[in-house]
């Protein structure tokens, strides 16, 4: 009985320190993103216009792209009309976008402010509410 115990401690905490270090990896991705933000501007074939961006990442086959964040995006697009300036970007057909930004797996969103500097990034699906945080907290 004893032994059981300490063997679910021992998973619990192996868990716990590997949930840690995926979290700290992925900041560390952000922060690097955020650093070479100067750089992305030219992966997305695109430049800043003065408003904050929601770049959205995809692909033709990601159901969860097509079934919930795209309806997500259209409601955040309606929440913040011509203030927002929104960029798909297909991964399979613009790989070193996604490359520049980090991207791991569609859906992924990333906001970049009015100065066209990285502010958020998502991996994977980010909810309506999600974004407009960060948007707000983007626009502020």
């Known amino acids: 009985m004893l032994e059981r115990l300490v063997l ?21 991705r952000v922060a690097i993103v955020r650093q070479s933000s100067t750089g992305l501007w030219p992966a997305l074939g695109e430049q800043p216009d003065g408003r904050p961006t929601l770049v959205v990442f995809s692909t033709p086959a ?5 079934t919930a964040q795209e309806p997500a995006v259209q409601a955040v697009r309606g929440r ?7 960029v798909h970007v297909d991964i399979g057909q ?5 490359r520049a930004f980090k991207i791991l797996t569609a ?7 009015a100065d066209g500097q990285v502010q958020s990034v998502n991996q994977g699906f ?11 907290a983007a626009s502020a």
């Open 8 to 28: 679910l401690v021992v998973i619990a905490l192996l868990i716990a320190l590997g949930t840690l270090a995926i979290r700290a990896w992925s900041t560390r």
């Open 126 to 136: 980010a909810t309506a509410d999600h974004l407009v945080a960060q948007l707000t």
């Open 62 to 66: 990601c159901v969860a792209c097509r």
């Open 80 to 86: 913040f009309g011509e203030a927002l300036r929104v």
């Open 107 to 113: 859906p992924s969103t990333v906001v970049l402010n």
């Open 94 to 98: 613009r790989p070193g976008a996604a």
